[in-house]
Structures are given as structure tokens and as C-alpha cells.
């Protein structure tokens, strides 16, 4: 599926486009009207999500926190992978995509707020640290200050051992902004890497993974 020929790779990213036209169109809506907190014009795909969600250990994690939810493309995978037991946090900051969040996986618990506060909305749950985050937010829009708190928010509230993914666009890895949110990632975590391309997301993606 990720290496079609051309015309089929359009036409795929095309028929992904129309069948979630609702939330593609509320995505450019809050894209123009506040781009740093959107920070993307259509929702991640579902190949996206997929790439985001392989190992990191859903599948025993006791607590997954989605930051940057959006609609929830990145929530519904993980769903898809805890066990029944397991705590999922969808930290969205923007109360409109919460709000579908809630509507479309009522067992999730959507918090509407910045990542900056997870460690106090993790302790109102019951736990102190997440076995996984999985990451949406727009870094290469952020200055250096605000990527390093955000930052240290997830890293302080993850276990050690505890996993971390976040995406980025490929068109954008070298902006400075983005290399330097690339910095910060291996001065923070023991261990990083970088997934293959998503080329069916719309712009395509890769994932960078990380291990405190």
C-alpha cells in the first residue's frame, strides 16, 4: 500500500480526502483561523497512525496519553491495540475537536487544556507517569522556548522506559525549527529513531520515535 504508482497513490490520498471531508473541512477552518495550534490542513491518515502507533507497546501499556489529538485519528489506533483495561488520555487543547473526540470514542478521556499540564490531569486520573505519548503537535511552528516546555511536560509525565512518538512532514525536516526540535529529542531521550515515510498522508510524514 505505501509503495502505488503514482496515479493510484493520488487517487488513494484523493478517495481519503472525500471520505472524511467533515473533518478535513473543520481541520482547514481552525488551520486558517489559528495555524500554531493546528498547525495541519487535513488529519493524519490512517497509514500515519498506523506508523505512529507500531511499537511502542500499546499492547501492554497500562496509561496511552494522544497529545494534539485533533479528531482522533491517532486515538482510534490505539484503541484499536490496548487491552480493555488500559487508561487512554486524548489531550486536545482546541474544545471543538475535543468535543468530536468524545462524541466518536466515548471510553477515551478528553481533556481539553495544554500538554504543559498533563503531569496534574495525570495525577487527577490516579497515575503518575504513561507508558506511551504519541504526539500531533505542529513542533516546526513552535520557537525554542515553547518546544522545550511542552517538551519536558511529556517527558517528565512518561515512566522510564516509557515511549514517545511524534510526527513531522518531510517537506518541512529541515526548516531550523525543526532541526532544532530534532536536537532537542536526542538531548532528552537515550534512545531515538526515525520510522519509514507515510507517503499516503497528505503532506506525506515519518515518525520520530523515542525512549526515556
Not at 470514542?105 to 506511551?132: C, M, Q
Not at 511552528?141 to 517528565?156: G, R, V
Not at 526515525?194 to 499516503?200: E, P, V
Request: with cysteine.
Amino acid at each position: 500500500m505505501e509503495h502505488l504508482p503514482l496515479p493510484l497513490l493520488y487517487y488513494s490520498c484523493m478517495k481519503r480526502m472525500i471520505g472524511h471531508a467533515g473533518d478535513a473541512a473543520k481541520f482547514l477552518g481552525h488551520f486558517i483561523t489559528s495555524p500554531q495550534k493546528t498547525g495541519a490542513v487535513l488529519p493524519s491518515s490512517s497509514s500515519l497512525a498506523r506508523i505512529m502507533a507500531d511499537d511502542m507497546g500499546l499492547e501492554k501499556a497500562k496509561l496511552v496519553v494522544d497529545v494534539g489529538a485533533g479528531t482522533g485519528v491517532f486515538t482510534g489506533e490505539t484503541l484499536k491495540r490496548v487491552r480493555p483495561g488500559t487508561k487512554v488520555i486524548a489531550i486536545e487543547i482546541n474544545p471543538h475537536f475535543a468535543r468530536i473526540i468524545r462524541r466518536k470514542y466515548p471510553r477515551v478521556t478528553v481533556i481539553s487544556d495544554s500538554v504543559e499540564h498533563l503531569a496534574k490531569h495525570l495525577r487527577t486520573a490516579g497515575h503518575r507517569h504513561a507508558d506511551a505519548i504519541l504526539c500531533g503537535l505542529p513542533w516546526s511552528h513552535f520557537p525554542d522556548s515553547l518546544q522545550k516546555s511542552l517538551l519536558n511536560a511529556m517527558y517528565d509525565s512518561l515512566k522510564p522506559g516509557g515511549k514517545f512518538a511524534s510526527f513531522a512532514y518531510i517537506h518541512s525536516a529541515w526548516w531550523p525549527s525543526a532541526r532544532r526540535f530534532k536536537r532537542l529529542l536526542k538531548t532528552r531521550f537515550r534512545k531515538t529513531s526515525r520510522s519509514r515515510i507515510a507517503w499516503l498522508n497528505v503532506p506525506p510524514a515519518f515518525v520520530h520515535r523515542c525512549v526515556k
